[in-house]
């Protein structure tokens, strides 16, 4: 391990000393643990970490050297997670490791409102992607109602028309289903989530109308799908 701040020289009296001291260039994990500190115990590279507690007693074998760990592998999965998922992690285990001091308590904040801006950072790219889908049924649906307004033409068959409306339907269902694990997108954008919602349920319900119109009309012959599409007005 490497301190090339520590190892570059020192502050006397708030001035700043070169001198190269090589105690600091690549020292083992264990002897640098006497004197320097991670926030987060994953990175003291140790089998047996040891907490802010028993660092500022002089301590420098964990209290409870039993419990194995396997820093190693730790990383390995640390390197594989998210960036949401890493400030998560360091966070806990910063927590778990004793927030025994200003300092720490100050990096265990940052890491836990990293977290929090990632999370809501990736839960407004889903609320951006809800929009867009929720926009693109609107345009199916709309393309339904100008189709029975032109009265069904061009013809389709009942299946193709049984079709169109389930699209409507299963676009709109997802949208709800989606909206709801959207997940905290923040105070700014609270708002717009939930008139979203809002905007989904007005359209579901308006789908349902389409489609019991449709069921009406699927079941008439000929002369009564007529008189049906002859007494239909559009929607102002």
């Given at each position: 391990?490497?301190?090339?701040?520590?190892?570059?020289?020192?502050?006397?009296?708030?001035?700043?000393?070169?001198?190269?001291?090589?105690?600091?260039?690549?020292?083992?994990?264990?002897?640098?643990?006497?004197?320097?500190?991670?926030?987060d115990?994953?990175?003291?590279?140790?089998?047996?970490?040891?907490?802010?507690?028993?660092?500022?007693?002089?301590k420098?074998?964990?209290?409870?050297?039993?419990?194995?760990?396997?820093?190693?592998?730790?990383?390995?999965?640390?390197?594989?997670?998210?960036?949401?998922?890493?400030?998560?992690?360091?966070?806990?285990?910063?927590?778990?490791?004793?927030?025994?001091?200003?300092?720490?308590?100050?990096?265990?904040?940052?890491?836990?409102?990293?977290?929090?801006?990632?999370?809501?950072?990736?839960?407004?790219?889903?609320?951006?992607?809800?929009?867009?889908?929720?926009?693109?049924?609107?345009?199916?649906?709309?393309?339904?109602?100008?189709?029975?307004?032109k009265?069904?033409?061009?013809?389709?068959?009942?299946?193709?028309?049984?079709?169109?409306?389930?699209?409507?339907?299963?676009?709109?269902?997802?949208?709800?289903?989606d909206?709801?694990?959207?997940?905290?997108?923040?105070s700014?954008?609270?708002?717009?989530?939930?008139?979203?919602?809002?905007?989904?349920?007005?359209?579901?319900?308006?789908?349902?109308?389409?489609?019991?119109?449709?069921?009406e009309?699927?079941?008439?012959?000929?002369?009564?799908?007529?008189?049906?599409?002859?007494?239909?007005?559009?929607r102002?």
């Amino acid at each position: 391990m490497f301190d090339p701040t520590w190892g570059s020289g020192y502050v006397n009296k708030g001035v700043f000393t070169k001198r190269i001291n090589n105690s600091y260039f690549k020292v083992q994990p264990a002897q640098l643990i006497t004197s320097h500190m991670p926030f987060d115990y994953l990175w003291q590279f140790l089998n047996s970490p040891i907490n802010s507690k028993e660092f500022f007693e002089g301590k420098t074998k964990g209290s409870d050297a039993s419990k194995y760990f396997d820093f190693e592998k730790e990383i390995e999965k640390y390197d594989s997670l998210s960036e949401v998922d890493k400030a998560f992690e360091s966070s806990e285990r910063i927590e778990k490791n004793g927030l025994t001091n200003n300092l720490i308590i100050t990096q265990y904040k940052y890491k836990r409102e990293s977290f929090t801006i990632y999370t809501q950072n990736k839960n407004i790219e889903k609320l951006n992607t809800l929009y867009s889908d929720y926009n693109e049924a609107i345009t199916f649906l709309n393309d339904f109602i100008v189709f029975r307004f032109k009265k069904m033409k061009p013809e389709q068959s009942d299946e193709q028309l049984k079709s169109m409306i389930q699209n409507v339907k299963d676009r709109f269902k997802k949208c709800e289903t989606d909206a709801y694990k959207v997940g905290i997108v923040g105070s700014e954008n609270t708002g717009s989530l939930s008139n979203l919602k809002r905007l989904i349920a007005t359209s579901l319900i308006q789908t349902e109308e389409e489609s019991q119109f449709l069921n009406e009309y699927l079941g008439k012959n000929s002369l009564g799908r007529r008189m049906m599409l002859s007494n239909f007005k559009k929607r102002d």
